[in-house]
């Protein structure tokens, strides 16, 4: 069974910089898989932030672009995911999910608050 494990929030000052991990185990299962990173900030809907697939290849929202990076860590049968944010914004501040897509599975973490505030 595959668990997704969020670190690395908290609260920061509007410029700078914090990363995020997600730890997943029990991944060897799937063949193929897309990890991401979602947020939600309170009163709007989830919103997809990066992706990043088991071949490398990335997205990110027209709004993270420049400032955000999604990388991988790449073990025998487990995956490290990180969302390194730089630059953040107050409007940034959102509960962070770590997200695994594999067909028709699909796991979340638990979520880890990002506050960027003054």
């Known amino acids: 069974q595959v668990q997704l494990v969020e670190s690395g929030g908290g609260l920061v000052q509007p410029g700078g910089s914090l990363r995020l991990s997600c730890a997943a185990s029990?991944?060897?299962?799937?063949?193929?898989?897309?990890m991401g990173w979602y947020r939600q900030a309170p009163g709007k809907e989830r919103e997809l932030v990066a992706g990043?697939?088991?071949?490398?290849?990335?997205?990110?929202a027209d709004s993270v672009k420049g400032r955000f990076t999604i990388s991988r860590e790449v073990a025998r049968n487990a995956v490290t995911v990180y969302l390194q944010m730089n630059s953040l914004k107050t409007e940034d501040t959102a509960v962070y999910y770590c997200?695994?897509?594999?067909?028709?599975?699909?796991?979340w973490g638990q979520g880890t608050l990002v506050s960027v505030s003054s």
């Open positions: 990043i697939t088991k071949g490398g290849s990335t997205n990110y």
């Open positions: 997200n695994l897509k594999s067909g028709y599975s699909e796991v």
């Open positions: 029990g991944i060897s299962f799937f063949s193929t898989y897309t």
